[in-house]
């Protein structure tokens, strides 16, 4: 795992954040400001392919945030079956839950390629979270909303599986 200090003080490479971070759904509620807020407390770093990033029951510490690459999350069931619940790519984020709740990894996060991130760990979220509230307040929303779709997706999910059990 390679840290990108260099980068991240550079107007160029903020304004290539600014840019991937405006056309994601967690973060197109937020403007300029306050986004260039937001990358000042994350970290970057690019992740060889195949690097497990945490594994299901870890305890949590970072919130993760792809600028490139591609990152396959997954459960393992009955202690051999790997099960893929999804596969993410640039504007994709991972790790939220264990942010919100505290819980142990629910799943594996796993790099398939080359992967650049950004990460912000859970002490550095709860201090933009006091520091700037209006932010906070924003994202926090924002989580509730995908939370919320994530689970009616689910709802259905079920749903159809109780369906074809008849």
Request: hydrophobic residues 35%.
């Amino acid at each position: 795992m390679t840290l990108n200090n260099s980068q991240s003080n550079d107007s160029d490479r903020n304004q290539y954040l600014l840019n991937h971070l405006k056309n994601t759904y967690l973060f197109n509620i937020f403007n300029e400001s306050e986004l260039l807020t937001i990358i000042s407390f994350c970290e970057e770093y690019t992740i060889p392919a195949q690097t497990i990033m945490f594994e299901e029951g870890d305890i949590p510490d970072h919130f993760y945030i792809i600028t490139s690459g591609r990152v396959r999350v997954y459960q393992t069931i009955r202690d051999k079956e790997n099960i893929t619940i999804s596969l993410l790519e640039q504007g994709d984020y991972f790790g939220e839950m264990s942010l919100l709740d505290g819980f142990p990894r629910s799943a594996t996060a796993c790099t398939e390629s080359e992967t650049e991130l950004l990460s912000m760990s859970f002490a550095r979220f709860d201090e933009l979270m006091q520091k700037y509230k209006n932010i906070g307040i924003k994202w926090l929303w924002t989580f509730c909303r995908i939370l919320s779709a994530r689970l009616r997706d689910t709802n259905e999910k079920y749903k159809s599986l109780l369906g074809q059990e008849k």
